[in-house]
């Protein structure tokens, strides 16, 4: 491997959240060819959604819709194999989880009860019953996540039109409102976001506008300032569609934004220096890609149709991010969520 070559020691697995099979599908990524290999499914209650790891790679979490439930799979070292342990009621339908960077919080968002939540993870992995604060008074609130200091959190609220951002006490897990509460445009509906690796940058994808929102991320308040914003759609484009996910490469270089009805994944390239966008293409790619994932080492890209029950793979082009398909999966109904991990060598 030379100096250029991406690091590809160690294990990496990919699951999906099949939303109409009540299941979680195994896949073992080959980190040379990107090829995968179906390691089983584990079933874990009735529409599973939303993932997230924890920071050491040893739990899964996944949003159980219908049962207002966060299930907790341990995940084998060595096979990537998951063992169900158990499911923690919540405040309702969680449609986000993410990790804060303790590793010691789960962060909940609800779209259908218009709340957020955080929870306390226990010493074995599970979710603690108790919520540290639960937040009310939302619109339709669509993900939430801590930014890299840990010290501010950010819930978009697609049809209210605003991005709410907290303080957060990595102590005690407990939110409170941050000086500031950026109000997005009216025509502008964030969903999900990403963080620039190196800048202070942050990136949302807007849900029904069909365009993406860099923002300047202030380090000594977090409060967010737009700079830019571009549309994921073409200019002839007038049937329906949604945005759905977003991600960055792992250092930046470029992004990409899923289509709902176009059904294809925006490309942009990203200026190292100020995180400004440069639309570069678009990739058709399965029907109703409402997640995608990039691989830890930055080559390859997932995205899976919901309607389709298939999910394609894609090399990325590293030159100018484009994507070349490799291989088609038939992953199984419903696929809503897909989420990547790298296991040490």
């Not at 088609?328 to 809503?336: C, H, I, L």
Request: aromatic letters at 10%.
């Amino acid at each position: 491997m030379s100096k250029k070559d991406p690091d590809v020691a160690g294990r990496y697995f990919l699951y999906v959240s099949l939303n109409d099979a009540d299941a979680l599908v195994v896949y073992h990524m080959d980190p040379q060819t990107g090829a995968l290999a179906n390691r089983g499914k584990v079933k874990v209650g009735s529409r599973p959604g939303a993932q997230t790891i924890d920071v050491a790679g040893r739990f899964l979490y996944v949003a159980i819709r219908d049962e207002y439930t966060v299930a907790t799979c341990a995940i084998d070292g060595k096979t990537g194999a998951l063992t169900l342990r158990g499911a923690t009621p919540v405040v309702d339908e969680a449609v986000y989880l993410a990790i804060d960077r303790t590793g010691r919080y789960l962060l909940t968002a609800y779209f259908q009860a218009g709340k957020a939540a955080v929870y306390p993870i226990q010493a074995d992995g599970t979710i603690g019953n108790q919520a540290t604060v639960v937040l009310d008074g939302f619109k339709d609130p669509h993900s939430i996540q801590s930014d890299p200091t840990n010290r501010f959190v950010y819930i978009p609220d697609p049809n209210a039109c605003k991005i709410l951002q907290y303080s957060f006490n990595q102590q005690d897990g407990t939110l409170s409102p941050a000086a500031s509460t950026q109000i997005v445009t009216e025509n502008e509906n964030p969903r999900h976001f990403w963080f620039h690796p190196s800048l202070n940058v942050v990136y949302f994808v807007n849900e029904n506008s069909n365009s993406v929102m860099a923002f300047r991320r202030d380090a000594s308040n977090g409060a967010l300032t737009a700079f830019q914003t571009l549309s994921t759609l073409p200019p002839d484009y007038t049937g329906d569609s949604k945005c759905a996910h977003i991600e960055l490469l792992p250092e930046g270089r470029f992004l990409y934004a899923s289509n709902r009805g176009h059904d294809s994944l925006a490309i942009y390239s990203v200026d190292a220096a100020d995180g400004k966008l440069a639309f570069l293409s678009h990739q058709p790619t399965e029907k109703k890609p409402r997640s995608f994932t990039i691989d830890p080492t930055g080559r390859f890209l997932y995205s899976a149709g919901q309607d389709s029950g298939k999910m394609t793979a894609y090399r990325i082009d590293q030159n100018n991010g484009s994507l070349q398909p490799l291989a088609s999966y038939d992953v199984g109904p419903g696929p809503s969520w897909v989420q990547m991990l790298r296991l040490p060598a």
